[in-house]
């Protein structure tokens, strides 16, 4: 079992940046790729952002290409989320996620571990 805990949500205007990050534990987490997520209001989840488990390799939707860097830290079991350039689409509940099976997480159906997540508001 892994568990996932986010921080880092907040409230920020149009522009500006948050740096999410998410801590694990209760497995070995370079055995994981992770991911990133996120639902918005009314919404359905979707990806945003992923890395493999060496950290070498990233994918991100194209909605945030650009704008948002994700990274990876084994050594410390943390995953980050660089958010640059915010717009208010943006605004969601994030969520940290893990798949051991899959090499690049793209898809809910490949997560084997959700955090709770945390909320990102921008403001216009």
């Known amino acids: 079992q892994v568990w996932l805990a986010e921080s880092g949500g907040g409230l920020v205007q149009a522009g500006g940046s948050l740096r999410l990050s998410c801590a694990a534990s209760g497995g070995t987490f370079s055995n994981y790729a992770m991911g990133w997520f996120r639902q918005a209001p009314g919404k359905e989840r979707e990806f945003a952002a992923a890395i493999s488990r060496g950290g070498s390799g990233t994918y991100y939707a194209d909605s945030v290409k650009g704008r948002f860097t994700i990274s990876r830290d084994n050594a410390k079991n943390t995953v980050s989320l660089q958010m640059n350039s915010l717009k208010p689409e943006d605004t969601a509940v994030y969520y940290c996620?893990?798949?051991?099976?899959?090499?690049?997480?793209?898809?809910?159906?490949?997560?084997?571990?959700w955090g709770q997540g945390t909320q990102v508001t921008v403001s216009s």
């Open positions: 996620a893990a798949s051991r099976g899959a090499t690049m997480i793209t898809r809910a159906v490949d997560i084997n571990h």
